[in-house]
């Protein structure tokens, strides 16, 4: 039978999920860590997301999971959702929501380079080294300790955790090209996300998080955040994106890389208060550059990957 074509509310819809539900996850999980302790929080949220995506990959594929499933979703699973989104969201207690998803920006950018560096890697074409150097231009005008225009900098240790946080996604995404994980793409993300919540929360355990967490301290807007970053982000937002691989095709679905900053950057500016500098600007301009001219490449639509 004939794939039913989608309608054009139908795609506006899915679009409008990925671009400003993802886009406004950073400024939510900017609410969430106020009162919830930052791998606490995004360890709770992943493991409820991932029971929830489970349901649903079970009503449409009855595939048997392998032990090597899980082996492979626990080494995703920790640099996707341990080292990439833990470190987002730990660094989202020193950095502005909105800078925070413009070096985000940057994991395509690491991802073409882990890629190149792997033995049986992708070399980049022109077109891709000058989206890297691009891209690192406007890394070094957001972070760099002397600023050409005016504005605060970015905290040193809130950067650091930011770009540890995003070659681990990167490397994450690589890794996960060449891994033994379901044919489901719900059913794998379902157990990347079970893996990955475990890891957090035993991260926040070690680190003494729960020591530090008091439910009477808990404020209305972090548990909305909270259940947003849930219902929206996790479930709404990558639902949207795998019937957009499919109904629209990966170049197009891809575009939320280089949108959902914009969107962080606006909505921290307009309802988190976070102020929007030149630097920003001029710094966005070259990020965001940078990743069109990576992202567009068809080599790296093959193994392109993200769970927000």
């Known amino acids: 039978m004939d794939k039913k074509t989608p309608s054009r509310y139908q795609l506006i819809a ?6 400003i539900i993802w886009g406004s996850t950073y400024l939510a999980i900017k609410f969430a860590i106020v009162s919830f302790p930052p791998f ?5 949220r992943f493991l409820i997301s991932s029971l ?8 449409f594929s009855k595939e048997k999971i ?11 699973g920790g640099a996707l959702l341990l080292g990439g989104n833990g470190g987002v969201v ?21 991802m073409v380079l882990f890629d190149w560096m792997h033995p049986h890697g992708n070399k980049p074409t022109l077109k891709t ?13 957001m972070i760099s300790p002397t600023s050409i225009f005016q504005g605060e900098h970015v905290n040193p240790l809130g950067a650091v955790a930011l770009l540890i946080a995003t070659c681990s996604w990167a490397a994450g995404s690589v890794y996960s090209r060449r891994a033994d994980l379901p044919k489901s793409k719900f059913l794998t993300v379902a157990m990347e996300m079970f893996a990955g919540g475990t ?8 680190t003494g998080e729960w020591n530090t967490f008091h439910f009477a301290n808990v404020t209305s807007s972090s548990v909305s955040a909270f259940f947003y970053l849930i219902a929206f982000g996790s479930v709404i937002g990558f639902t949207s994106y795998i019937w957009l691989l499919d109904a629209a095709g990966p170049a197009r679905a891809s575009t939320y890389a280089y949108v959902n900053p914009v969107i962080a950057v606006f909505l921290g500016w307009i309802i988190g208060g976070e102020e929007i500098t030149s630097r920003v600007l001029f710094a966005a301009l ?23």
Request: hydrophobic share 65%; charged share 15%; glycine share 8%.
């Open 286 to 308: 070259f990020i965001i550059l940078g990743v069109v001219f990576i992202i567009t490449k068809k080599e790296f639509l093959r193994f392109k990957k993200k769970i927000k």
């Open 66 to 76: 392998k032990l090597s499933f899980w082996k492979d979703s626990f080494i995703i």
């Open 14 to 19: 899915a679009f409008a999920s990925v671009y």
């Open 129 to 141: 080294v000058i989206g890297l150097v691009l891209g690192f231009v406007g890394l070094l005008i």
């Open 199 to 206: 890891l957090l929360i035993l991260a926040g355990t070690i």
């Open 52 to 59: 929830i995506i489970f349901a649903i990959a079970r009503f």
């Open 90 to 110: 730990w660094a989202e207690q020193y950095v502005p929501s909105g800078l925070t998803a413009l070096i985000v920006a940057t994991v395509p950018i690491w």
């Open 40 to 44: 606490l929080m995004a360890g709770f």
